[in-house]
């Protein structure tokens, strides 16, 4: 079955640092992949995902992402963290045609 | 363009109470889903509508869950005699799902919050 896993339940960054928020899957096939983000009572926003090609993803609001097959891994990743970006994110796979299979979520804090 | 709109935005009920929770996808949107977003479960995926096709059930938690996609667009998410571990919030997303794309984008709408009281 398509999982994904979010290590850390919270990152604490400091404004202006770079920021990482992990994620580890476990897929049988190709593996299409997920960033949400989601403020407080709003529903989830698009960041970027992965399909195929270009190990490093370019998203909205300056976030990137690396897909690395080796580690089974898709980290989230911005070079300069906001206190804007304070929010709570959520990697998710692709688990067939009809949905997402998410992780546990990983709230980030940036502070001024 | 307008995305996924949801409503109501809140909604409170008595337990036993049945309540309609109605989504409207992105227009050309063939695929539409429904989630469910709660503290113990996280985000769980509920039902699946894809064009004109039957729906996938498979997340739908018991039989007091049901759904509806009238004409291949809104939807209405029904839950009969409502009990309190139905306290979630209620998330629904489409894609544009031509083709059954399984690399589209899903986009989500502002939910819906139920408390059963």
């Known amino acids: 079955a398509q999982s994904v896993a979010q290590p850390e339940d919270q990152v604490n960054v400091a404004e202006g640092n770079p920021l990482t928020v992990k994620c580890t899957y476990s897929v049988s096939g190709n593996p299409y992949l997920f960033w949400y983000v989601q403020y407080p009572n709003r529903g989830l926003q698009f960041l970027l995902k992965y399909i195929t090609g270009d190990n490093l993803v370019k998203g909205s609001y300056g976030f990137e992402a690396e897909f690395n097959k080796s580690q089974t891994s898709f980290h989230l990743k911005k070079p300069s963290a906001l206190v804007s970006d304070s929010a709570l994110y959520f990697c998710a796979v692709r688990a067939g045609f009809q949905k997402l299979v998410f992780g546990t979520g990983t709230r980030l804090l940036v502070s001024p | 363009g307008a995305g996924v709109s949801q409503s109501p935005s809140n909604k409170v009920t008595e337990k036993g109470k049945d309540v309609e929770l109605r989504c409207d996808p992105i227009s050309g949107h063939t695929a539409l889903y429904w989630y469910r977003q709660s503290l113990g479960q996280g985000l769980e995926f509920l039902i699946y509508?894809?064009?004109?096709?039957?729906?996938?059930k498979s997340g739908l938690p018991s039989d007091r869950f049901s759904a509806e996609r009238t004409g291949g667009s809104v939807s209405t998410l029904t839950i009969q005699r409502t009990q309190q571990e139905d306290s979630a919030v209620y998330l629904c997303a489409s894609s544009l799902g031509a083709g059954g794309r399984i690399t589209d984008t899903q986009y989500f709408g502002p939910g819906t919050r139920l408390t059963v009281l």
């Open positions: 509508f894809q064009g004109n096709s039957a729906p996938d």
